[in-house]
């Protein structure tokens, strides 16, 4: 499958960039080989794409939210019937499976769009008890233009979002995805734009520093919303701090999973394989790579967790059989490889599953990995502390409850994390002690729409995917006082 020369969404019309130049998209599962190109992207073009944006703002902030509803949940409806076309083309560009991984995150960008539509009309103020007279009320009004960036592991997911809660919530949007898998986007985008008014959505292509740096910067965005690594959400940080707009950051993570002893049971090595996220090749923010298992289970849980990877079919994404595909880039697999080394010198550690990639083979043709364990870590060592964004797991062994949560803690991120056992009071007192913005207990699941997700410490700030937190991060409040006495 190839898709192709695709052209960028400004102002309704599918354009190339100024100077014509493309960048080429790689499939992933098979290296070297190009599936699409896409348009190179200057501040040139960030400009134009920004500029319709506010002026489509002018109109758009004035259709009353429930019209606005209608419109995402038409777009819902559109993005369901091509979920199966989106959700090959995420396979091909990310190298995600299309069964574990592919396929359920087409049909979450459609939920993404109901959702957000059919909460639309929750855009509402309050009024203010200031007396009787006096009628004071608040509203809830757009900010304006936002740039919206996006990472490569869940693009059409990640778009998704953006464009529902930026839109809904009455702002124009110039989206950013990234250069590694612009091609989804582009096509969600697509259906999205044959609903909506032209310069509502815009999409620029192109790589973070010569199309993200600018749209980062313009003048005329009032909103940046940015999902990415954490290295990278600093520069947009000082982007947004130049000019003193509000910004959203949902970054990294290198999220804990807390083993009590009575949790050495195969369902529970299930739900510690799915929060970390194996399927998706470890290419998660959420992926749970530190596994804190009590001493009295730790060879037994680790023996159950090991013999389900080794039944792990890894392959081409495309095929529905498959579990785990590849990694998206060379960049990212080699950074990948140089931790899974640094880890095998560490002294005392044991590699028990997976480790460096074969040299030769079908799994040599892509970026492909076996899902890796390493045992007898120390919280300390790099592997443990770095978000490493691919498949490694490593597991540390603890006594007492308190030294769990302690070292669970000592990160500088604060994302997610997963507490297993079958105490609720234990698991409880362990979810209120632990620094992260979203605990689960005795599930490893993805986020579902309805839920404010965000994260404690570096994984950023600002509550997204749900109505507060679309209130919250892509709304300003502005309150109206009338004295009924004049
Ligand atoms: P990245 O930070 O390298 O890139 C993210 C986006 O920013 C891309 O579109 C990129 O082109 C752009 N960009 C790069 N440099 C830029 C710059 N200087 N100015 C403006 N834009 C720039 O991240 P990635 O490698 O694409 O994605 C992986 C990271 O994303 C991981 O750290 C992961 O944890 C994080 N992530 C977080 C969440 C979340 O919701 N918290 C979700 C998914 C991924």
């Given at each position: 499958m190839d898709v192709g020369r695709q052209l960028m969404l400004i102002n309704g019309q599918w354009v190339e960039s100024s100077d014509g130049e493309f960048i080429p998209v790689e499939n992933p599962s098979r290296k070297g080989s190009i599936i699409g190109e896409v348009p190179r992207s200057r501040a040139v073009d960030v400009d134009r794409a920004v500029r319709a944006a506010a002026k489509a703002f002018e109109d758009w902030k004035r259709v009353s939210p429930r019209e606005r509803g209608k419109l995402m949940i038409k777009m819902g409806?559109?993005?369901?019937?091509?979920?199966?076309?989106?959700?090959?083309?995420?396979?091909?560009?990310?190298?995600?499976?299309?069964?574990?991984?592919?396929?359920?995150?087409?049909?979450?960008?459609?939920?993404?769009?109901?959702?957000?539509?059919?909460?639309?009309?929750?855009?509402?103020?309050?009024?203010?008890?200031?007396?009787?007279?006096?009628?004071?009320?608040?509203?809830?009004?757009?900010?304006?233009?936002?740039?919206?960036?996006?990472?490569?592991?869940?693009?059409?997911?990640?778009?998704?979002?953006?464009?529902?809660?930026?839109?809904?919530?009455?702002?124009?949007?110039?989206?950013?995805?990234?250069?590694?898998?612009?091609?989804?986007?582009?096509?969600?985008?697509?259906?999205?734009?044959?609903?909506?008014?032209?310069?509502?959505?815009?999409?620029?292509?192109?790589?973070?520093?010569?199309?993200?740096?600018?749209?980062?910067?313009?003048?005329?965005?009032?909103?940046?919303?940015?999902?990415?690594?954490?290295?990278?959400?600093?520069?947009?940080?000082?982007?947004?701090?130049?000019?003193?707009?509000?910004?959203?950051?949902?970054?990294?993570?290198?999220?804990?999973?807390?083993?009590?002893?009575?949790?050495?049971?195969?369902?529970?090595?299930?739900?510690?394989?799915?929060?970390?996220?194996?399927?998706?090749?470890?290419?998660?923010?959420?992926?749970?790579?530190?596994?804190?298992?009590?001493?009295?289970?730790?060879?037994?849980?680790?023996?159950?967790?090991?013999?389900?990877?080794?039944?792990?079919?890894?392959?081409?994404?495309?095929?529905?059989?498959?579990?785990?595909?590849?990694?998206?880039?060379?960049?990212?697999?080699?950074?990948?490889?140089?931790?899974?080394?640094?880890?095998?010198?560490?002294?005392?550690?044991?590699?028990l599953a997976g480790g460096l990639p074969p040299k030769e083979g079908p799994l040599s043709q892509g970026y492909f990995m076996e899902p890796t364990v390493f045992s007898n870590v120390d919280n300390d060592w790099r592997i443990a502390r770095e978000e490493i964004f691919g498949p490694v797991l490593v597991a540390i062994p603890w006594n007492e409850e308190e030294e769990a949560i302690r070292m669970a803690n000592e990160s500088h991120y604060g994302l997610a994390a997963f507490i297993w056992t079958h105490d609720i009071g234990k698991a409880l007192r362990t979810a209120h002690r632990i620094e992260s913005g979203w605990v689960q207990i005795n599930q490893g699941v993805g986020i579902v729409p309805g839920q404010s997700y965000g994260g404690f410490k570096q994984s950023g700030f600002g509550r997204e995917y749900s109505l507060e937190g679309m209130l919250e991060s892509f709304t300003q409040r502005k309150s109206i006082t009338v004295n009924l006495q004049f």
């Open positions: 409806e559109a993005l369901e019937v091509k979920a199966n076309e989106i959700a090959r083309i995420i396979a091909l560009e990310t190298g995600n499976a299309i069964r574990t991984q592919s396929r359920p995150e087409a049909m979450l960008t459609a939920d993404i769009f109901r959702y957000f539509g059919g909460v639309a009309s929750e855009i509402k103020g309050e009024t203010i008890p200031l007396g009787e007279n006096h009628l004071s009320y608040s509203r809830r009004e757009p900010i304006g233009v936002v740039g919206g960036i996006v990472p490569w592991n869940s693009p059409a997911g990640l778009a998704a979002l953006k464009i529902a809660m930026a839109i809904t919530a009455g702002n124009t949007l110039v989206l950013k995805p990234s250069s590694e898998a612009p091609l989804a986007v582009l096509r969600v985008a697509e259906i999205c734009s044959e609903i909506l008014p032209p310069g509502t959505l815009n999409v620029v292509t192109g790589t973070g520093s010569e199309c993200g740096i600018p749209l980062a910067r313009h003048p005329l965005v009032r909103k940046l919303s940015f999902t990415g690594s954490h290295e990278i959400g600093k520069t947009i940080m000082e982007a947004a701090a130049e000019r003193i707009v509000p910004v959203t950051l949902e970054l990294g993570g290198k999220s804990p999973q807390i083993v009590f002893p009575d949790a050495d049971e195969l369902q529970v090595v299930d739900g510690v394989f799915l929060a970390m996220r194996f399927t998706r090749q470890g290419q998660s923010c959420t992926a749970g790579s530190r596994l804190f298992l009590h001493e009295s289970i730790y060879d037994s849980f680790l023996e159950k967790l090991v013999k389900k990877l080794k039944n792990l079919k890894i392959g081409d994404p495309l095929d529905e059989s498959t579990d785990m595909g590849a990694l998206i880039n060379r960049t990212q697999f080699e950074k990948v490889c140089s931790y899974v080394e640094d880890g095998i010198r560490q002294k005392g550690a044991r590699l």
